[in-house]
């Protein structure tokens, strides 16, 4: 366990002094993770800001070791980017706050506010959990139908979406942990009477813009699907059905509508609760916003993702070793952030269910650098089976330290009666998807061991295992390959949204390196060098250039390269070994159909994943990556909207009122008269772009041929 122990020539433990970020990366920091005075003024450099964040995760070693020499090992672990725990533990770590944990699953009952997890109560709890920085996950599927009898007041139900949308005002006044936009899951279950509703409640652009939504399939509903059947949709209040619709008919409403603009996403309900750890205190309802985490009421998971290109010899090979030095280390950092949080006093089931079950989310960034690094394409069968090694490495060493944990400090305490329990152990060790076949130089691993320590031990943590977005975390420790996904691009701009205070938002513009050293490598005339950069810059891909040699070309897939079934087999093979789940999106191309979206649905229901997203490339106006030609596009379609015709940005709603209000005097027209102008056939006008809390305002004033205005057009982008 002593790998991040450094020491001098002196035999003194030093700590890691080799910090490094890359321009994008201090960007970042500056922006949401250093500590910042009353007025914005940053206040801490980053090796204080490790410091801070390894400090408070020590802490709760002190019964148990010395913490000082766990201080070092922690401040050793994440300044080296061999590790990072997500956003809210470097942003709540240390401070009067103290909330370190990033995702939360909220009961929502068919009440108003009589019980603990009435609507209004859990609104007002998810608030507070969004104010301190972490992101929730909500079930509206016990809600009672719109247009349902309401027997206290004889009024009528606004339904599931209806209290979403109350849902979404709220939170859209609120920014999360004071640095974003909130987070939230919204879930309906697809025998829910107004699932149609629901479906295409995000149809247009902007509308519920602080919820994600998916819909929670059951088995029984998919086989319907396959067999072209009927199932029932059930009042979740009288307990009664109410329709029999075709199952293909919601079915092909999921995939229209996810294949607009990605929404719906879809959650396998059965398959989450198939290996549910902790059945007997729960069945599993919802997950988090990116839904990588299946979580019971008011639980809350600390989330911890492994660097993979940090354990890349200089020889270019994975370095099993230090791999199983930084799950041991991680692990522990993880469970220490459980006991370290404050979670929200102000909801104390919060810190209750949290310690109950001791869950905490390992996973991985980076898989994407390590297939270009080892020469693998994203998607192959060689990149399944390595996929499937690493996440079967890391569950094992998860949960071998997870039993060191359990008895060194005791098991979580609802052990007795789960998967879990030593008296009576249900779980079974996990297999691989297919059989390896690849020769990676693992070390032998044997799942005895751990069937023979939970029997005698038990186990500290519920849950040890996840893969989530690691967005922010990943482009601060400079990795090409978010989460377990494709690289998105070989070029591409990244739209982050600033601290709250500030408008609009901070655009970053990356070129991978990994692809850059291997050109660079090539024989070829610096001219002709340029001309593939810009190339990649414009579209992201290299697969249509046709002076690289086919070796580069293998490689360096990006997500739009890979196939919809690649992408499915590479979520199934992690799955297999991540005992929540998996932020994982399907992102297909332009050309992609309706049917590429059903065929993806069904082939993550058949081969095990909990859960998944489909996005088509270009769906949406507003994307947090685009490539040159996509930003382009979107500029072309708003012509003059880009454009704020050289006025002063600080008077400009002042100019447009004036224009738009001041002459109204001077026209002599009654504009509050009942009498209507015809519109000609052309108008000429200007647009001028205002910044507003939600993004960019394009503000279109028409004139008549006299210079008069006729009519205003406003747009929001978001």
């Known amino acids: 366990m002593n790998s991040y122990l450094y020491f001098n020539e002196e035999g003194e433990i030093t700590k890691n002094e080799n910090i490094n970020f890359s321009e994008n990366g201090r960007t970042i920091l500056e922006k949401r993770y250093l500590r910042k005075n009353e007025i914005g003024e940053i206040e801490e450099t980053p090796e204080q800001m490790f410091e801070r964040v390894a400090k408070v995760i020590a802490e709760p070693d002190e019964p148990y070791h010395d913490s000082k020499k766990t201080f070092i090992e922690f401040y050793n672990l994440i300044s080296s980017k061999k590790f990072f725990p997500n956003s809210p533990t470097f942003t709540g770590a240390g401070t009067p706050i103290g909330q370190l944990s990033a995702c939360f699953v909220l009961p929502i009952a068919d009440d108003l506010g009589k019980q603990s997890d009435g609507i209004f109560q859990t609104l007002r709890d998810a608030a507070l959990i969004q104010q301190s920085g972490g992101g929730n ?17 004889n009024g009528l139900s606004t339904g599931p979406v209806g209290f979403m949308e109350a849902y979404d005002a709220a939170f859209g006044v609120i920014a999360q942990g004071g640095v974003r936009k909130g987070a939230n899951m919204g879930i309906l279950r697809v025998d829910h009477p107004d699932i149609r509703d629901f479906i295409t409640c995000k149809s247009v652009e902007g509308r519920l813009s602080n919820f994600n939504i ?101 020889d270019g090979k994975l370095d099993w070793e230090e791999l199983r030095k930084t799950i041991i280390l991680s692990t522990r950092f993880l469970d220490n952030v459980v006991t370290a949080n404050k979670y929200v006093p102000a909801v104390p089931q919060l810190k209750e269910a949290a310690l109950m079950n001791r869950r905490i989310g390992l996973g991985i960034m980076g898989l994407a650098d390590v297939f270009y690094v080892l020469g693998v394409k ?35 305490p609802s052990i007795r009666g789960s998967i879990f329990d030593p008296s009576n152990l249900s779980w079974q060790p996990p297999k691989p998807l297919k059989e390896f076949f690849c020769n990676w130089g693992r070390p032998f691993i044997d799942w005895n061991e751990i069937l023979n320590g939970i029997k005698l031990y038990g186990i500290r943590n519920a849950a040890v295992t996840t893969v989530a977005p690691t967005g922010t975390i990943s482009t601060v420790a400079g990795v090409e390959g978010y989460g377990c996904e494709p690289v998105f691009a070989l070029a591409y701009y990244r739209n982050v949204y600033q601290a709250a205070g500030d408008t609009g938002k901070m655009t970053l513009t990356y070129v991978s390196p990994s692809f850059q050293k291997a050109l660079d490598e090539l024989s070829m005339d610096e001219t002709k060098r340029k001309e593939i950069i810009d190339e990649i810059i414009r579209s992201g891909s290299c697969q249509y250039i046709k002076d690289l040699p086919d070796k580069i ?80 596009e979107v500029s072309a379609s708003k012509g003059e909207a880009g454009k704020s015709d050289s006025l002063d940005q600080s ?68």
Not at 282 to 311: D, K, R, V
Not at 582 to 610: H, Q
Not at 622 to 628: F, G, I, N, R, W
């Open 553 to 632: 070309r293998n490689v360096f897939v990006v997500s739009a390269d890979v196939t919809p079934e690649e992408h499915i087999y590479m979520q199934a093979s992690l799955q297999r070994f991540v005992d929540n789940s998996i932020s994982k999106t399907c992102n297909l191309p332009p050309t992609a159909t309706t049917a590429d979206v059903e065929r993806v649905y069904m082939l993550g229901w058949k081969l095990g994943c909990k859960g998944l997203t489909v996005y088509i490339s270009g769906s949406r106006e507003e994307e947090v990556l685009e490539t040159k030609s996509k930003k382009e």
């Open 378 to 412: 994203y998607g192959s069968e060689e990149a399944q089976d390595l996929a499937g090694q690493i996440m079967e490495f890391i569950r094992f060493h998860a949960m071998r330290t997870s039993i060191e944990l359990a008895r060194e400090r005791g098991p979580f």
């Open 214 to 314: 998916s819909v929670a399939l059951t088995d029984k509903f998919l086989e319907a699907v396959e067999k072209d059947e009927t199932y029932e949709l059930v009042d979740p209040h009288t307990k009664k059905i109410v329709e029999t619709p075709k199952a293909r008919e919601i079915f092909n409403l999921i995939v229209e509508n996810a294949y607009k603009n990605g929404e719906p996403g879809v959650l396998f309900i059965d398959t989450a609760n198939k290996s549910n750890p902790v059945p007997h205190l729960y069945e599993l309802e919802a997950t988090n916003p990116c839904g990588e985490q299946w979580l019971g009421p008011y639980e809350n998971c600390c989330l911890g993702s492994i660097n993979l290109l940090e354990h890349i010899t200089e």
């Open 137 to 153: 996950g909500f079930s509206f599927s016990r809600l009672r139908a719109k247009g349902s009898r309401i027997s206290t007041s």
């Open 651 to 718: 008077n400009l709603s002042q100019n447009v009122q004036k224009e738009a209000l001041g002459k109204k005097v001077e026209s002599n027209f009654d504009f509050g008269s009942e009498a209507k102008l015809g519109r000609p056939y052309r108008l000429e006008g200007s647009t001028y772009s205002v910044k507003t809390p939600q993004g960019k305002a394009f503000i279109t004033i028409n004139k008549d041929s006299s210079g008069r205005p006729f009519e205003v057009f406003i747009n929001v982008g978001k």
